[in-house]
C-alpha cells in the first residue's frame, strides 16, 4: 500500500530563516506530487504541483520554491522565510494517466516568529 | 478556472441526528468530486467521492450525492457521533487537469 511522510512535523523558525520541508511517498511510482498551505480556520491552497522528476508548476507567486529531486520525493524551500509563511503545510499524492484522487500526508505546522 | 463553494460554514447536530453539507461548483466539465474529511492537527482523508456518471454513492453511514443539471453535490451522514466532529472539504476535477479546485471546508461539530 502507498504511505506519504512529510518531515518535520513541527518547525518554528525566525523570520529571514531559510526552509526545507520534505515529502517522501512510498509504494508507488511517478505520482503526480502537490504542495498546499492551509492557514488558520481557512481552506487549501495549492501552492506547487510536479507530473515528473525537475517538473513544477507554480500555481501562486511568491517567496517559495520547490523541487522534485527524485521520483517520490518533493521539497518545499525558501531563502528568506516572512511572517506571512506561517501556517500548515501539506503535502498530497495522486496516480498518473489523469487519476485524480489525492492522498495527503500528515502535514509539517511551521511558526515563523 | 473550477470555482467550488461549500454551505454552510459551520453545522452544529446533536448525537445521532443527519448532517448534510451542500457544495456547488462552477464548471460543467467537472466529473470528479471526492470529499475530505480533517481533523485537528491532521491532514484530510479521503472518505468518499462521485464520478459524473452516477447520481449517488454509499458508504455505510456517508453518502453523496450529485446533480449535474444544477451543479450542486452534497454528503450525507447519517446517525452522527462524535467522532464524525471535523471539517470536511469537498473538492472537484476534470480528469485528466492533474489538480482539484477545493470547496474552503465546513466545520461539522457532533453535539453529545
Known amino acids: 500500500s502507498q504511505t506519504i511522510h512529510q518531515w518535520p512535523a513541527t518547525l518554528v523558525q525566525p523570520v529571514g530563516s531559510p526552509l526545507s520541508l520534505e515529502c517522501t511517498v512510498e509504494?508507488?511510482?511517478?505520482?503526480?506530487l502537490y504542495w498546499y498551505r492551509q492557514a488558520a480556520g481557512r481552506g487549501l491552497q495549492l501552492l506547487f504541483y510536479?507530473?515528473?522528476?525537475?517538473?513544477i508548476s507554480s500555481e501562486v507567486p511568491q517567496n517559495l520554491s520547490a523541487s522534485r529531486p527524485q521520483d517520490r520525493q518533493f521539497i518545499l524551500s525558501s531563502k528568506k522565510l516572512l511572517l506571512s509563511d506561517s501556517g500548515f503545510y501539506l503535502c498530497?499524492?495522486?496516480?498518473?494517466?489523469?487519476?485524480?484522487?489525492?492522498?495527503f500526508g500528515p502535514g509539517t505546522r511551521l511558526l515563523v516568529l | 478556472g473550477e470555482n467550488v463553494e461549500q454551505h454552510p460554514s459551520t453545522l452544529s447536530v446533536q448525537e445521532g441526528d443527519s448532517a448534510v453539507i451542500k457544495c456547488t461548483y462552477s464548471?460543467?466539465?467537472?466529473?470528479?468530486f471526492p470529499w475530505y474529511k480533517q481533523e485537528l492537527g491532521k491532514g484530510p482523508q479521503l472518505i468518499i467521492d462521485?464520478?459524473?456518471?452516477?447520481g449517488e454513492k454509499k458508504d455505510q453511514r456517508i453518502a453523496v450525492t450529485l446533480n449535474k443539471t444544477a451543479k450542486h453535490f452534497s454528503l450525507h451522514i447519517t446517525e452522527t457521533q462524535p467522532e464524525d466532529s471535523a471539517v470536511y472539504f469537498c473538492?472537484?476535477?476534470?480528469?485528466?487537469?492533474?489538480?482539484?479546485?477545493f470547496g474552503k471546508g465546513n466545520q461539522v461539530v457532533v453535539i453529545p
Open positions: 510536479s507530473v515528473g522528476i525537475g517538473q
Open positions: 464548471d460543467s466539465a467537472s466529473n470528479y
Open positions: 498530497a499524492w495522486s496516480g498518473t494517466g489523469g487519476e485524480e484522487t489525492q492522498y
Open positions: 509504494g508507488t511510482s511517478n505520482p503526480n
Open positions: 473538492a472537484a476535477s476534470i480528469y485528466g487537469n492533474n489538480r482539484l479546485a
Open positions: 462521485i464520478r459524473s456518471n452516477v
